[in-house]
């Protein structure tokens, strides 16, 4: 059985910092593109950060751009969102997923139908 399972999550003040790590379980993250994406009630999805199959390639959106990092732990068979200067607007469920891509391919990532597995998410909240 494949499983994600996010980690991380939880309360911190506007410029704050958190880790969040996306672990899985029945695949090989690297075999695989992952993206990381949040949601806030009554709001569509939206995507964060993309890293490419084997670490080919990495995009973020630009709302999180310079902010954000994702960066690929596979001998632990994890992938970490390092989350630095957040704002109230961050505030939401984060999910990770995993796509079946071709290496380099980022841009697929992008696009929320790429996805074959999802984690449950794990609630982010910024505020004062």
């Known amino acids: 059985e494949v499983k994600l399972v996010e980690s991380g999550g939880g309360s911190v003040q506007p410029g704050g910092s958190l880790n969040l790590s996306c672990s899985a379980s029945?695949?090989?993250?690297?075999?695989?593109?992952i993206g990381w994406f949040r949601q806030t009630p009554g709001k569509k999805r939206e995507g964060v950060s993309w890293v490419g199959r084997n670490g080919s390639g990495r995009n973020y959106a630009d709302s999180v751009k310079g902010r954000f990092t994702i960066v690929e732990d596979y001998p632990n068979n994890r992938v970490h969102l390092h989350m630095n200067a957040l704002e109230p607007e961050d505030t939401a469920t984060y999910y990770c997923?995993?796509?079946?891509?071709?290496?380099?391919?980022?841009?697929?990532?992008?696009?929320?139908?790429?996805?074959?597995?999802w984690g449950q998410g794990t609630q982010v909240t910024v505020s004062l």
């Open positions: 029945g695949l090989s993250l690297n075999d695989y593109g």
């Open positions: 997923a995993a796509a079946f891509s071709p290496p380099g391919m980022v841009g697929l990532l992008t696009h929320e139908a790429a996805y074959t597995y």
